[in-house]
């Protein structure tokens, strides 16, 4: 959860250039990504890409992390994780495109990648669900060659109402061991915004802030936050693990599939978000 690339942003639209009959596109960081054709035999390092291109492209992902659950009947062959992917085995597979994302990905990774003249196309970490349509959107009809598919434009349309005012105000962890929570410009801190929850950490100078506990708890007996909003990924809270640490909040476990992934899962991700997320006045598991 850290933030090896700087500066990434994302570009107004995706470029294209045709070198011959090699077409090269420009991924979200600016570099470009030189193809032989529409891509066939794809790796990818990011579980959401995995499934967003696997549903949009079936067949085409030959290599996935071991953290790629989605679609559930990929049939890839594994290449280790996403922060530490065994990259003899990724090009063993010999791929013709690598997906990385500027967060989840190491730059030394795809830099060795691009060194041996495999084609590495790296999203920037969405800040917000916008900019992870917009990415989403440059990847599929850029390099893929497809129109936009269906999933893409009905997320779109379930997430393009301007945010309501905040009726909760919630802490949001994502790790234990040590306390690691939702900080400012994360994609999961927007999900939350657009459902009416704010997230207490969203002006920290970090993305994904590391407060002590006594910090957290005293958030709640201030009044600064009343909610807590407990994932199951990346570490998999439950009723008996995090609630306990903190003075009778109010806590809703969620999907973290849903709070942090951005591809087909966002077309559910908005009415089941919005079933767990009702603000009620009592203490206790909301």
């Known amino acids: 959860m850290g933030e090896p690339y700087r500066g990434a942003r994302l570009p107004d639209r995706v470029g294209v250039r045709d070198h011959g009959r090699m077409p090269t596109y420009t991924d979200d960081l600016g570099e470009e990504v030189a193809l032989s054709g529409s891509p066939r035999r794809v790796v990818s390092l990011v579980p959401a890409l995995t499934e967003a291109v696997e549903h949009t492209a079936s067949g085409v992902i030959a290599g996935a992390t071991d953290y790629c659950t989605h679609p559930p009947e990929l049939d890839a062959v594994r290449v280790g994780g996403s922060k530490y992917p065994n990259v003899d085995a990724v090009l063993e597979l010999r791929p013709d495109l690598v997906l990385a994302n500027s967060e989840e990905n190491r730059p030394e990774d795809v830099r060795r990648l691009r060194g041996e003249g495999v084609p590495v196309w790296v999203m920037a970490a969405p800040a917000t669900v916008p900019d992870a349509l917009a990415s989403l959107r440059s990847l599929l009809t850029g390099p893929f060659e497809v129109d936009a598919p269906a999933w893409l ?29 939702l900080g400012r410009d994360t994609f999961g801190g927007d999900v939350l915004r657009r459902l009416g929850v704010a997230v207490v950490y969203a002006d920290h100078e970090d993305r994904y802030p590391r407060p002590p506990i006594d910090e957290l708890r005293a958030l709640f007996t201030d009044g600064t936050a009343d909610l807590l909003v407990l994932p199951d990924e990346p570490y998999e809270f439950t009723d008996d693990d995090g609630p306990q640490f903190f003075p009778a909040p109010r806590y809703v476990l969620v999907s973290g599939r849903y709070l942090t992934w951005y591809g087909p899962s966002l077309v559910d991700a908005h009415r089941e978000l919005s079933k767990v997320l009702p603000v009620r006045h009592d203490l206790g598991r909301v």
């Open 153 to 181: 434009t009905d997320a779109e349309a379930r997430w393009t109402d301007e945010p309501p005012a905040p009726r909760a105000h919630a802490v949001v962890p994502v790790w234990r061991k040590p306390w690691v929570v």
